[in-house]
């Protein structure tokens, strides 16, 4: 074995260590000198790593490998039964651009039943869409509103900003539904595509007091 295959060995090696600072040390050298041998391995760190920097590293190091050597194992990854692998493959897939990963933005992934999936879904959604496939992403967006605590929803909340005014008509259908949580959403986001410095607490509390009095307004009607 030559010294060059050695050392790759140990990198490897390092990267399943028992503390998080070596396996940290080891994914920064992944990426500082790309070498193909580390892709699988690098992927395969991210479904298991418990620690969110070193995951975070990792997707790094990813990134500084050609896509043509990550993204066979990341779209692998994203069809996976384990929550974690699919969650960190779409993170990496929207930090590495690639626009010949939209194929795996599936249906299922953007209603994925783990938040945490389902965020990083969102967030590649918004980076790798092709030009005039907005509309679709947003409607399929907006069919998550209401979903989650708040943290989720704000995530939600910014995907669709970002995809700019092609959310309107599917947020004008939103503030329509019969239920008080996605009326609440869609109306908190609308008031943030409008105005950005509102923040999203302001504006959640904003669209409850709406959604409450257009009740209170269409009882008194009846």
């Known amino acids: 074995m030559s010294k060059q295959d050695r050392g790759t060995e140990q990198a490897l090696r390092r990267l399943e260590d028992t503390s998080p600072s070596v396996r940290l040390r080891a994914a920064l050298d992944a990426g500082t000198a790309p070498d193909p041998r580390f892709v699988g ?5 991210c479904a298991v790593e418990p620690e969110f920097y070193v995951r975070d590293m990792l997707t790094w190091a990813l990134t500084r490998h050609p896509s043509s050597a990550t993204l066979p194992a990341l779209l692998h990854e994203v069809r996976s039964e384990c929550a974690q692998a699919r969650s960190q493959a779409l993170h990496t897939l929207s930090k590495i651009g690639d626009r010949q990963a939209w194929p795996a933005i599936t249906r299922a992934l953007l209603s994925d039943a783990d938040d945490e999936v389902a965020r990083s879904a969102w967030r590649a959604a ?12 947003a409607a399929a967006l907006a069919a998550q509103l209401g979903r989650g605590e708040r943290e989720t929803q704000l995530s939600l909340s910014r995907a669709l900003i970002a995809l700019g005014e092609v959310i309107v008509p599917p947020l004008r ?7 008080p949580l996605v009326r609440g959403h869609a109306i908190a986001t609308e008031r943030l595509l409008r ?3 509102a923040g999203f607490e302001f504006a959640i ?3 409850k ?5 257009g009740r209170t307004s269409q009882t008194s009607q009846e």
């Not at 391995?41 to 760190?45: A, D, G, I, T």
């Not at 259908?173 to 239920?179: H, I, S």
């Open 209 to 213: 007091r709406i959604v409450v009095l």
């Open 205 to 207: 509390e904003e669209a």
């Open 41 to 45: 391995k690098l992927v395969e760190r």
């Open 126 to 137: 918004v980076v790798l869409v092709p030009e005039g496939e907005e509309p679709r992403l």
């Open 173 to 179: 259908a939103a503030m329509a539904d019969p239920d």
């Open 195 to 197: 105005n950005p410095e």
